[in-house]
Antibody, heavy 121, light 103 residues
């Protein structure tokens, strides 16, 4: 069974940093690209970042570029999101999702349950 | 960057009705559009990919179609468990969502 499980969320002060993790199982992690997608309270889905299977290609949404860093460790079946210079606008549930296909025409097919990040003083 | 526009924002329907949700792309796109269902407190669930292919385990009452840059998700006979928010997705861009609520 395909599973992705996020962790690392919590309360952080504005300007602070947080590192999210995603543990994958039930599929060959090194064969798949991965996404981070977030959802602010009461809002829609926002794509955050993409990383290809071998980390060759990395992309970010405009709202996080330069502050967030996506990475992965295929040997550990793990995906990460390093989030720096956080602001209240980054408050959201962060989902890890497996991607079938590439950056331009792929789609997230399996999603974790998400981890909540709250940025507040 | 493609923009995906969903309509309507909210749809009030009764169980058993046929429902049609729209998603329009701002430019010509390949037919790789996906549809997701999200219920309160849950992660999104993949319903349709490739514009018209149902994901594993998705009931046949869900169907997807495309005409030019207009994509459609149809639920043939709405059941109580189908009340949710539906999102379209293309090229790492999500539509704003359509909420299907009980009339």
């Amino acid at each position: 069974e395909v599973q992705v499980v996020e962790s690392g969320g919590g309360l952080v002060k504005p300007g602070g940093s947080l590192r999210l993790s995603c543990a994958a199982s039930g599929f060959i992690f090194s064969d798949y690209s991965m996404n981070w997608v977030r959802q602010a309270p009461g809002k829609g889905l926002e794509w955050v970042s993409f990383i290809s299977a071998s980390s060759t290609y990395v992309y970010y949404g405009d709202s996080v570029r330069g502050r967030f860093t996506i990475s992965r460790e295929n040997a550990k079946n793990s995906l990460y999101l390093q989030m720096d210079s956080l602001s209240a606008e980054d408050t959201a549930i962060y989902y890890c999702a497996r991607v079938t296909g590439g950056y331009n025409h792929g789609y997230p097919d399996y999603w974790g349950q998400g981890t909540l990040v709250t940025v507040s003083a | 960057e493609v923009v995906m526009t969903q309509s309507p924002g909210t749809l009030s329907v009764s169980p058993g009705e046929r429902v049609t949700l729209s998603c329009r792309a701002s430019q010509s796109v390949r037919n790789s559009l996906a549809w997701y269902q999200q219920k309160p407190g849950q992660a999104p669930r993949l319903l349709i990919y490739g514009a018209s292919t149902r994901a594993t385990g998705i009931p046949a009452r869900f169907s997807g179609s495309v005409s030019g840059t207009e994509f459609t998700l149809t639920i043939s006979r709405l059941q109580s468990e189908d009340f949710a928010v539906y999102y379209c997705h293309e090229s790492h861009t999500f539509g704003g969502g359509t909420k299907v609520e009980i009339k």
